[in-house]
């Protein structure tokens, strides 16, 4: 030990004169480097695994950890371009130090910070169809009542949210409404959807959110399911209604999206949704906290 005394005590002042150590709670490590490292050596991180490259000559490494000791981990390394293993914790430091003349350094100071988390990619999508104007129970209104349940939905999931919007829009009396969408039905027609740039593959999990029409889904729900390959990925419905619950839709999307996951959907009351808001927040998280969704990118993504 009395060897390397005189190493601690320069890796000691080193230490501290390149700021000290930075340690917090963190599984993944970057391996930064603090001033410029000298005789072309460089040493990298990754995985727990040290690799030292550009020796010439027989060195010391230590690895510096703020954990009681202050230093552990003294190593020779013989091997010119030597390789080395070393386990390694937020904050601990590590310097090259030649065997042969303990005041020659043959590297800066590098040091375990925590790794920028990167963003985890966002895999879920929000869309729905929703309508503004006069609707039955709640008057006349500017945001749909699908739209506030969807709007909570991707605020307590991260989703992204995507409007279907038909290319012809709906009449804001009701009367008027009811017999647009009784035609529709009799028809089994398909109205256009004004913005079909979805990159469906970016996602693994899609909510889609419908008021209920006559029973069912509004046609153009329909038309938009039918425009993008599903499958593999989990479809989550959810909808507004007053006084059908579901209706057929849960039934309907399963025969439609034959080859993709179908949890048990949400009905919420249009009314609750547009007047009673923290009543539908607490309905959107219990029924989202039992969905099981899958983890980020575990899903098809393509
Ligand atoms: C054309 C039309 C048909 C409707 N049919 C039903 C129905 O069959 N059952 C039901 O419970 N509610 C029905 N409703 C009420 C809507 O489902 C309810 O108001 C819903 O919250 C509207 O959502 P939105 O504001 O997002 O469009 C209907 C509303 C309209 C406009």
């Not at 869309?127 to 503004?132: C, E, V």
């Not at 009396?173 to 959807?193: F, G, K, S, T, W």
Request: one cysteine or more.
């Amino acid at each position: 030990m009395k060897k390397f005394l005189p190493l601690f005590i320069v890796s000691l002042i080193l230490c501290f004169c390149m700021g000290g150590f930075s340690g917090s709670a963190n599984n993944s490590y970057v391996f930064s480097e603090v001033g410029a490292q000298s005789d072309d050596v460089s040493m990298t991180y990754e995985d727990g695994k040290l690799t030292i490259e550009g020796l010439d000559e027989a060195a010391n490494l230590m690895q510096a950890s703020f954990t009681g000791k202050v230093l552990t981990g003294v190593k020779l390394l013989e091997a010119k371009n030597g390789t080395t293993e070393v386990t390694a914790n937020i904050g601990d430091k590590f310097f090259l130090w030649s065997a042969t003349n303990a005041m020659r350094p043959l590297s800066a100071a590098v040091t375990v910070r925590p790794a920028e988390q990167p963003e985890p990619s966002n895999n879920i999508l929000v869309a729905y169809f929703s309508r503004t104007g006069e609707n039955y129970s709640v008057g006349t209104i500017t945001t749909g009542n699908t739209a506030i349940v969807a709007q909570m939905i991707a605020e307590q999931t991260g989703g992204d949210l995507f409007e279907i919007k038909p290319v012809t829009p709906y009449p804001s009396d009701y009367q008027e409404m009811l017999a647009v969408a009784q035609r529709e039905a009799a028809e089994n027609a398909r109205p256009e959807i004004a913005d079909t740039a979805v990159n469906m593959q970016d996602y693994d999990v899609v909510f889609i959110g419908y008021p209920i029409w006559n029973g069912d889904m509004p046609k153009i729900v329909y038309h938009f399911l039918e425009s993008y390959d599903f499958s593999g990925k989990t479809v989550v419905p959810f909808n507004t209604h007053e006084g059908s619950g579901q209706g057929s839709t849960q039934r309907n999307i399963e025969n439609l999206l034959p080859n993709a996951t179908v949890p048990r959907g949400l009905a919420v009351r249009g009314a609750t949704a547009q007047n009673s808001r923290s009543e539908a927040e607490s309905a959107v998280k219990n029924w989202l906290s039992g969905l099981n969704l899958p983890a980020p990118g575990t899903g098809s993504g393509a």
